[in-house]
């Protein structure tokens, strides 16, 4: 049984993702794989052009975490105050949610923050001094101090 490599044009269930280069047997590729549109034959040329790629791509990662670091220094070294308006004992009147840290931190900071990144359990509503976790990326978080203050 004859083995080839084959590069994937789509997901293919038990073989793998999209791009990557996977051996197969010559049978199922010619019969199955190929005449779908799946996959292709790798080439020498091919193989060459994506080792250029791959290439390409880590440092096209490596820059994006580097930013990513830079703006967890950048957010880590601030304290964000957010003034709400206070009832008694402390209570707010409403609460303050991830959406609301989202745009002081990029109003602040001119940086573009989600509520989504911000990881509140659930919204505040007493006065204080909080830490929230901002996901810039999945390997970089960073942790910021929230101040609520009355108005």
């Known amino acids: 049984m004859k083995k080839i490599k084959v590069l994937l044009l789509k997901d293919v269930n038990n073989l793998g993702k999209k791009g990557e280069v996977v051996d197969v047997s010559d049978g199922y590729a010619r019969n199955y794989l190929f005449p779908r549109g799946l996959a292709r034959e790798v080439t020498e040329g091919m193989l060459e052009h994506l080792k250029l ?18 703006e967890k220094s950048i957010i ?13 004992k402390g209570k707010l009147f409403g609460s303050i949610t991830s959406k609301d840290i989202a745009e002081v931190i990029s109003k602040k900071l001119k940086l573009d923050i989600d509520k989504r990144q911000i990881d509140l359990e659930e919204p505040i509503k007493s006065l204080g001094e909080y830490n929230v976790e901002v996901k810039l990326h999945p390997q970089v978080v960073a942790n910021v101090k929230i101040l609520i203050e009355a108005e």
């Open 53 to 70: 790629q791959e290439l390409f791509q880590k440092k096209k990662e490596e820059k994006l975490l580097e930013k990513y670091r830079k």
């Open 76 to 88: 880590e070294g601030e304290v964000f105050v957010i003034k709400a308006k206070v009832g008694e």
